[in-house]
């Protein structure tokens, strides 16, 4: 297999990953046979695969816009992926010039893609990091430079938690940066889960197996098991919903009945 001159020489071209497979879904460039196999493997079982990615992506541009009509010039977003069209900095700092954006990946190739991305751009930056440590995120030099933790930052965790299994404790992690965030800060998250997808669970659960073939293990968690990760926010209406529900722009009745899998909420700290 040729390597392309964008993926970084540190990269197994011949390991398919979930941040490329997302870039597939949502129909990007970013990725290797490799991961449109795995991809279309689990699109066998759920073939609305990508219009839940597609979700995922308008409900961040909904939270990030209500995030700086409520005065927040700050964005943290953990486990961002490959940048694709209406990026966290771009709507950001549309709707709020002076925006600061902090970008969070461990993937090689969403980290090297994002750099180029962003060249030219001094609001914004990409830390190579992983979730599973919050401290080396909080204490990273791009972090310091551009985000002020004495005042309020939106924290996007989307599509990123159902990747931590329980035995990394994702609900420490989460309490750890929640903790380092000043009052009025927001919580923007969505996750994974049987509850609203359009298939039976054990049809589903083929896709699931997918991402457990690949050793990158797709967690789906219940509402409950979702609501958890807000303990110490207050929820912002309408609470944690399936995403075309939140603060939606058109009809959510409109929307595709995949659309409606998993859920989705922004929380504020007191």
């Known amino acids: 297999m040729e390597r392309p001159a964008w993926a970084p020489r540190s990269i197994d071209i011949s390991v398919p990953s979930v941040s490329r497979m997302y870039d597939y879904y949502l129909g990007g460039s970013h990725n290797f046979e490799v991961d449109r196999e795995a991809a279309r493997r689990a699109m066998e079982f759920m073939p609305g695969l990508p219009k839940i990615m597609q979700a995922n992506r308008a409900f961040m541009r909904r939270a990030v ?32 010039p002076g925006a600061r954006v902090v970008y969070v990946d461990h993937d090689p190739v969403a980290v090297a893609h994002s750099q180029a991305v962003l060249q030219g751009n001094d609001d914004a930056d990409i830390v190579a990091a992983d979730l599973r440590k919050p401290q080396e995120i909080l204490r990273s030099p791009e972090v310091e430079r551009l985000i002020d933790l004495n005042q309020p930052v939106a924290l996007l965790l989307v599509a990123i938690l159902h990747f931590v299994e329980d035995e990394d404790d994702p609900y420490g992690a989460v309490a750890e940066l929640r903790e380092a965030l000043a009052p009025g800060s927001l919580l923007v998250l969505t996750h994974a889960s049987y509850e609203g997808i359009p298939l039976p669970p054990e049809r589903a659960g083929g896709a699931v197996n997918v991402y457990q073939d690949i050793r990158s293990p797709l967690i789906m968690r219940s509402r409950e098991e979702i609501a958890r990760f807000f303990k110490g926010y207050d929820m912002v209406e309408p609470g944690l919903v399936a995403m075309p529900r939140w603060r939606p722009d058109t009809a959510p009745e409109d929307e595709d009945p995949y659309a409606f899998s998993g859920f989705a909420g922004v929380g504020r700290t007191a």
């Open 65 to 96: 816009r209500y995030a700086a009509d409520q005065g927040i010039s700050q964005f943290l977003d953990i486990g961002s992926g490959i940048p694709t069209f209406g990026n966290v900095h771009e709507v950001a700092q549309a709707a709020r």
